[in-house]
C-alpha cells in the first residue's frame, strides 16, 4: 500500500472542480437545514493555558476564579450548540488530574505537582454535564515533554525510571513506539482516567511518530503505532465498554487521484493507519486535522468519508487560521466546509481551538449560532459494531441522559430536530422548564450508553403534575 490507488467517487471524477461547484451552491440550503444528531466538538487546550486556564490558582480567590473561567466559557459554547468538549487532561509528561502516574499540569499553579486546591477533570466533566454536553479526555500521547522543561516534571517519572522508553529528535523527548511498554504506560494512563471519571470518551492526539522520522521501515512503524492504539481500545473497553475512542490523525490519508497530498500525509509520513483502525474496529470515531482550505481540504476530505468502515467521521477545522495573526483567512473558507461536510453526510465538526470560536473571530461564532447551529443536536450514537451487551457494571454510578423535546402539535414529533429542547445529565431541572415551556406539548426520552434512544414518553400536558419517574429528587 506504498502507493495507495483507489476509485473514489470525488477524486475520480473527470472534472471535480465542477462537482464541488455545484455542491457549494446548494450548500447554504443544506446547511440551514436543522439536524438531530451531529458532533460539534472543540478541542479546549490547558497546554500553556492557551484556552484554560488563564489565572493561576495559589489561593481560594484565584482558584474560584479559575474555575469560573471555565464555567463561563461552557456556557457561551452551549449557546454556540456545541455539545462535546476534547479537554486536554494530558499535554506533555503532565495531566491535569492527581494522578499516579504522571505530575499534575504546571499551568494551574505554575509548579508542576501542585494541586490548585481541587480536581480540574472532575469539575470540567461536571460543569459539561451540567449543560448537556459531552466530555472527552484528549491525550496527548506519544510527545513526552520539551528537553528545557524535562527536569521540572521531577523525579519519579520515566525519565528517570525507565528512560529507554523515551528518543530524542530536535527540542523535545518522545515516547518510543517500538517499545512494547510504550503501550503499557499510555495504557495505565488511559485505565486511570476511565476509571476514576465519569467521562464520555478518551481522545487521542499525536498517536504518531513525530514528523520528519527517517522513512526506512515504513510498515514497520505503522505496526508499532497500530499495536498501541489496540492496546489503548482494549484497556478502555474493558474499563468502560461505552466510552468513546477517537483520534485526531494528520488531515490527508494519502494521495487521492489528481490531487497528491505534497509530502505530507497520515499513512506515509508520519505511519498513522487511521483508516485500518477503523477497518479493524479499534477506533469509534475520528477528527482529521483537516487544517486545509481549497483542493487541500475537500478531495481529502470526501477521502476519509469514503474509507470510514462505518465509523464516525468528524473532521477538525483550524478556525485559528482565521486570525489575523495567523493566515488570515476570510469567513467563507470555514463556512463553505462546514457546507461541504454536510452536504457529503458526515456526522460534524470540531473546532481548533476554543478560543478562536469564543473570540468570535471573522464571526465565526455569530455564524454558527444564528445560522448553522439553529437547534440543538445530540452526538450520534456509537457504531452497532462497537456497542458491548451488557452495557455497564452493576457499580457504575454514571447518571443517566434524557432528552426533552417540546412542541405545539400533539403528540410530539421527536425525529424533528426543531422540537428538540435540550439534553440533561440526571434530572430534568423543571425550574428552568416551566417558565420557558408552560402551555407547550412535552415529552422525553432516555439516551443508553452508547446513545441509543429509547421510545418517547408523553409528558403532556404541560408539567403542572410532574410524572414520579422523571421527578426531581
Avoid at 497520515?266 to 505511519?271: C, D, I, P, R, S
Avoid at 443508553?448 to 404541560?462: I, K, M, Q, V
Wanted: glycine share 6%; hydrophobic share 35%; aromatic share 12%.
Amino acid at each position: 500500500m506504498e502507493n495507495r490507488t483507489q476509485s473514489n467517487t470525488f477524486a475520480d471524477m473527470r472534472k471535480p472542480t465542477i462537482l464541488l461547484f455545484v455542491i457549494l451552491l446548494s450548500c447554504h440550503a443544506v446547511a440551514a437545514a436543522p439536524v438531530k444528531y451531529e458532533v460539534r466538538a472543540v478541542w479546549y487546550t490547558t497546554l500553556m493555558g492557551l484556552d484554560w486556564p488563564r489565572t493561576r490558582a495559589t489561593g481560594p480567590a484565584t482558584m474560584e476564579a479559575q474555575k469560573q473561567e471555565l464555567c463561563r466559557d461552557l456556557d457561551r459554547l452551549q449557546k454556540d450548540g456545541i455539545n462535546l468538549v476534547y479537554l486536554q487532561t494530558r499535554t506533555r509528561g503532565a495531566v491535569i488530574y492527581p494522578s499516579a502516574i504522571e505530575p499534575m499540569e504546571a499551568v494551574f499553579t505554575g509548579k508542576y505537582g501542585q494541586s490548585p486546591g481541587y480536581d480540574p477533570l472532575a469539575f470540567a466533566v461536571e460543569e459539561c454535564h451540567r449543560r448537556g454536553m459531552e466530555c472527552h479526555a484528549w491525550i496527548v500521547t506519544i510527545p513526552y515533554a520539551r528537553i528545557v522543561t524535562a527536569r521540572q516534571l521531577g523525579s519519579k517519572t520515566i525519565l528517570h525510571t525507565s528512560p529507554y522508553l523515551l528518543f530524542r529528535q530536535n527540542d523535545m523527548y518522545y515516547l518510543d513506539p517500538s517499545q512494547e511498554e510504550t503501550g503499557d504506560y499510555l495504557a495505565a494512563i488511559c485505565r486511570e482516567i476511565a476509571a476514576n471519571y465519569d467521562v464520555d470518551g478518551i481522545h487521542f492526539d499525536y498517536i504518531r511518530y513525530p514528523e520528519n522520522t527517517p522513512s526506512d521501515r515504513q510498515q514497520w512503524r505503522r505496526d508499532n503505532i497500530t499495536r498501541i492504539v489496540r492496546k489503548l481500545f482494549r484497556t478502555i473497553k474493558s474499563e468502560k465498554p461505552w466510552l468513546r475512542v477517537s483520534c485526531s490523525p494528520v488531515g490527508k490519508y494519502d494521495d487521492v487521484s489528481r490531487y497528491p497530498s505534497r509530502g505530507w500525509n497520515a499513512y506515509g509520513t508520519v505511519f498513522q493507519d487511521a483508516v485500518q483502525w477503523m477497518k479493524e474496529g479499534i477506533m469509534d470515531m475520528i477528527s482529521p486535522m483537516m487544517y486545509f482550505k481549497g483542493d487541500h481540504f475537500y478531495p481529502f476530505c470526501a477521502d476519509w468519508q469514503e474509507q470510514s468502515h462505518g465509523k464516525l467521521v468528524a473532521p477538525g477545522l483550524g478556525i485559528y487560521f482565521l486570525h489575523p495573526s495567523e493566515k488570515d483567512w476570510n469567513l467563507t473558507d470555514v463556512t463553505r466546509e462546514l457546507c461541504f461536510i454536510r452536504s457529503l453526510g458526515m456526522p460534524g465538526a470540531a473546532y481548533f481551538r476554543a478560543r478562536f470560536l469564543l473570540d468570535n473571530v471573522k464571526g465565526l461564532e455569530d455564524w454558527i449560532r444564528d445560522f448553522y447551529y439553529t437547534t440543538p443536536a445530540i452526538v450520534p450514537p456509537m457504531v452497532p459494531d462497537t456497542q458491548t451487551a451488557g452495557s455497564r457494571p452493576a457499580a457504575t454510578t454514571r447518571s443517566r441522559r434524557l432528552v426533552l423535546y417540546a412542541s405545539r402539535d400533539y403528540p410530539v414529533d421527536t425525529t424533528d430536530p426543531n422540537n428538540l429542547v435540550r439534553v440533561y445529565w440526571g434530572d430534568v431541572r423543571w425550574d428552568e422548564l416551566t417558565r420557558r415551556l408552560w402551555g407547550l406539548n412535552l415529552a422525553v426520552t432516555e439516551l443508553d450508553d452508547y446513545g441509543n434512544e429509547s421510545a418517547p414518553r408523553d409528558l403532556t400536558p404541560a408539567p403542572r403534575k410532574i410524572p414520579h419517574d422523571f421527578a426531581k429528587p
